[in-house]
């Protein structure tokens, strides 16, 4: 990596996250795009959802877990 390249990437508020578009809501991740949805609430719960699935899914998995104690 340049050091330069920290310079032209843009850093994102998660508000500029949802916008409007053809009067739906839609959120970006770095993922993808996410919608649309009817109304910006709309978009923030299932921004809400997607995190914490997100958050579960790259858990690291106890070693312990799946056996009986």
Not at 31 to 50: I, V
Request: aromatic letters at 12%; zero cysteines.
């Amino acid at each position: 990596m340049r050091q330069t390249d920290d310079a032209v990437r843009p850093h994102f508020r998660s508000s500029s996250r949802f916008y409007q578009q053809d009067g739906t809501w839609f959120y970006t991740t770095r993922e993808g795009e996410h919608g649309p949805f009817s109304t910006r609430e709309d978009a923030e719960a299932d921004a809400r959802l997607y995190a914490g699935l997100h958050n579960h899914l790259e858990r690291p998995k106890r070693k312990d877990a799946g056996t009986a104690g």
